[in-house]
């Protein structure tokens, strides 16, 4: 079975510094999608970024970037230039390939202070 | 565009009463739908999801069940709750694939 393992269960960065959470991940199979969810205090959860495994590349969107290894089975999310905003907790998911099934981590709360 | 309805936003109901919440999905068909159970300080565990009317497959035995009597309707339902059922329930919608899903702003449940 697929499970996700988020290790830092709070963070804390100053506003305009940058963080990087923690993802890593168990799984055998070969085609799969990853993604991180933001749940700000409203408890509404946001897509903040995903990432097919079959692509290279790393994902990027505006200040959010991961830093995904696939052979370590390891999905960092990094926040440039963090805004009070940014405030939330975050979360880290699996999907394999046919399945539809998102299967999350236990999440990391983040602060940002001023 | 699709949007997502989840009620209500918060509930107290007493040990042993009835529970249903409700999920609607608009602007799409046949999409595949998931409740999650979100404990206090706890990550999101998936209890039901649905590929289809009439179609449920339960991720975890629990006193909770769930049904989908329209294309875009999915309840969760409970006989008799518990305490153990007070939680943060999520509804969400899905096509597959790297969409990911997108989530209801969630139920409030407190049991007592």
């Known amino acids: 079975a697929q499970t996700v393992t988020q290790s830092q269960p709070e963070m804390s960065v100053q506003e305009a510094e940058t963080v990087t959470l923690s993802c890593t991940y168990d799984?055998?199979?070969?085609?799969?999608?990853l993604f991180w969810y933001k749940q700000p205090p409203s408890r509404q959860m946001i897509l903040v970024i995903r990432?097919?495994?079959?692509?290279?590349q790393n994902a990027t969107e505006n200040r959010f970037s991961v830093n995904f290894q696939k052979a370590a089975k390891s999905f960092s999310l990094k926040i440039s230039d963090s805004q009070l905003g940014d405030t939330a907790m975050y979360f880290c998911?699996?999907?394999?390939?046919?399945?539809?099934?998102?299967?999350f981590g236990t999440g990391t709360r983040l602060q940002v202070f001023p | 565009s699709q949007t997502i309805h989840q009620w209500p936003a918060t509930l107290v109901q007493p040990v042993g009463s009835p529970l249903s919440l409700e999920c609607t999905v608009e602007?799409?068909?046949?999409?595949?739908l998931y409740w999650y159970r979100q404990a206090a300080g706890r990550g999101l565990q998936l209890l039901f999801y649905?590929?289809?009317?009439?179609?449920i497959s339960s991720e975890v035995p629990q006193n909770l069940s769930a049904s989908r009597p329209q294309d875009r309707q999915f309840i969760l339902s409970s006989k008799k709750l518990l305490l153990s059922d007070s939680g943060f329930y999520l509804c969400?919608?899905?096509?597959?694939?790297?969409?990911?899903?997108?989530f209801g702003s969630g139920t409030r449940l407190t049991v007592v």
């Open positions: 969400a919608w899905g096509t597959g694939g790297d969409d990911g899903y997108t």
């Open positions: 799984t055998s199979e070969n085609n799969y999608y």
């Open positions: 990432q097919e495994a079959y692509k290279q």
């Open positions: 998911a699996f999907m394999r390939g046919n399945t539809d099934k998102l299967i």
């Open positions: 602007g799409t068909s046949n999409p595949n």
């Open positions: 649905s590929v289809g009317i009439g179609q």
